[in-house]
């Protein structure tokens, strides 16, 4: 449950580990985090932990590092590539907010970090806490079957009582032409911030809208280098690909058709709703938080600290707001759109939104203030909306965990990913099918594809997928490397990647 005292759990683990002179990894989803855990950490034991991750200056990884293989610093706390610092003598782990998705490494080695960590406490023989409000299946898996001690706290810290949480019916009480946000949850808003407290918005979408089209010739601005649309950022007057990084200015005519000041935003970004709640709220002080807003993490940290010590009404944010974060004074959290998640072929498209709208909701009333969720959709119904108002998260769960062992999904069965990409989409192709026919025969496992990926050119690249499918009991790594010893010879620019268990099926 959110706001129910995990931290102050491990905190006590922790304490125990440093008594009997052994060393301490915390790993946490995102350096944002960081620096209000650090703070929290040196309130609870005096001094704080080293730190670890990709924004630390050269120089001072090199020293976090040196002084971790001596021994000098017995707490680090970082990102998932903390996991392979030089430890002199570890005993415990702790992967905080376990479910969440950023412990995946997807680029170059992949590997999940949650899971690494299992693996070498094992081989260290101590413990592992995996610590999380919205278990992943697979840890929730593993506790029923009494592979993990579980460990439940059913209540809120303080007896700190739970948002009340409902749905908005988007079919019923729509938004007024041009907007997004319901007359219900402007109405709750209104009342809120009128109190002095604090509401949040939250959309996960980056940007101020996802597609512009021009309106006279329909062209519609796409990536040069990626199958995907610009995303609007109209605070820096910008068009950016969240794939590849390309960017180019937003301009006047329409490129196609040379038409002026025809184009149109399609779809809200957090600064679109940024605009909408100023038009509504003029004279409140509105913040947006979002991984890519210019100032990069030292901003955003400070926004976060603003937003904790009540120096903002209104927060509109991305993801990143549903990651641990404890803001006092927040009563209503506001859930634009909470549809997005559920709209792909992703087997863990349910279990992400849940976990990810119990987190968001989550942020509100943590100091015992009474607090609301309003969830907006137009598919009230979904068994996901009616876990997430109704607080049945066992219910979810067993629904959930039923359906991946019927269709033999992880953790009843076993994913693995092929992809083939190359600068030449016929050779990525042609690379894909001498693979598949290279797959061995009379197997229980099944190879789906190759079929194009949903993301088909990223980067300059053209890339095709394979998804290999088989029991908990197949040997899937011996499978996959005789597919790819009798499969043709990797030339040109030609490159396989092989990610087991994936977590994305971009």
């Known amino acids: 449950m959110t706001g129910s005292g995990k931290t102050e759990v491990y905190f006590e683990a922790l304490a125990e580990t440093l008594r009997k002179g052994k060393q301490v990894l915390i790993l946490l989803p995102e350096i944002a985090l960081t620096a209000s855990f650090l703070d929290r950490f040196e309130a609870r034991f005096g001094a704080r932990p080293g730190e670890w991750h990709s924004d630390l200056p050269p120089r001072m990884r090199e020293k976090v590092w040196r002084q971790t293989a001596e021994g000098a610093i017995r707490v680090v706390a970082g990102a998932r590539s903390a996991l392979f610092l030089p430890f002199e003598d570890l005993g415990l782990i702790v992967v905080d907010e376990e479910h969440d998705t950023a412990y995946k490494q997807e680029d170059r080695v992949f590997y999940n970090a949650r899971d690494m960590a299992v693996v070498r406490a094992r081989i260290g023989g101590f413990p592992a806490v995996l610590a999380s409000a919205t278990p992943s299946v697979e840890s929730q898996v593993n506790a029923l079957a009494g592979r993990y001690q579980r460990i439940h706290l059913p209540g809120r810290f303080a007896e700190a009582a739970l948002p ?53 010739c329909g ?35 329409c490129p196609e058709c040379g038409t002026l000041d025809h184009l149109v935003a399609c779809g809200p970004g957090v600064e679109r709703i940024a605009e909408e709640v100023e038009q509504h709220f003029p004279e409140k002080r509105t913040i947006i938080l979002s991984s890519d807003m210019a100032g990069g993490v030292k901003r955003l940290r400070l926004e ?7 120096e903002a009404d209104i927060i509109i944010g991305t993801q990143l707001v549903a990651k641990g974060h404890n803001f006092p004074m927040m009563t209503l959290v506001g859930v634009v759109d909470a549809d997005i998640g559920l709209a792909n072929g992703d087997p863990r498209a349910a279990e992400r939104t849940f976990q990810l709208l119990a987190q968001v909701t989550g942020r509100a009333g943590r100091t015992g ?81 190759p079929a194009e990926a949903p993301l088909s050119l990223v980067r300059g690249r053209y890339r095709f997928r394979l998804l290999v499918h088989g029991s908990r009991a197949d ?32």
């Open 304 to 310: 976060l600290e603003a937003v904790a010590n009540g």
């Open 369 to 449: 203030l009474a607090s609301k969720g309003l969830i907006q959709t137009y598919q009230p119904a979904h068994p996901v909306m009616q876990a997430i108002v109704s607080g049945e998260a066992d219910a979810f769960y067993e629904r959930e965990i039923t359906e991946r062992e019927k269709s033999r999904l992880p953790p009843f069965g076993r994913l693995a990913a092929v992809i083939i990409s190359a600068d030449n989409r016929g050779d990525a192709e042609a690379h894909a099918r001498g693979l598949r026919g290279a797959a061995p025969a009379g197997r229980s496992i099944s190879v789906l594809g």
């Open 164 to 216: 009340s949480l409902k749905t908005i019916d988007l079919r019923r009480r729509p938004p007024a032409r041009g907007g997004f946000l319901s007359p219900v949850l402007l109405s709750e808003m209104e009342k809120t911030v009128g109190r002095g407290e604090q509401a949040l918005l939250f959309l996960n979408r980056r940007g101020y809208a996802p597609l512009t089209l021009c309106r006279v």
């Open 219 to 253: 062209h519609r601005f796409q990536c040069p280098n990626c199958s995907s649309w610009l995303v609007e950022h109209r605070f820096r007057g910008r068009l950016m690909c969240h794939h590849c990084g390309h960017a180019e200015p937003v301009p006047e005519a």
């Open 475 to 506: 040997d899937i790594q011996a499978y996959l490397r005789e597919m790819l010893e009798n499969g043709p010879r990797q030339r040109g620019s030609v490159r396989v990647q092989l990610d087991i268990d994936p977590q994305s099926f971009l």
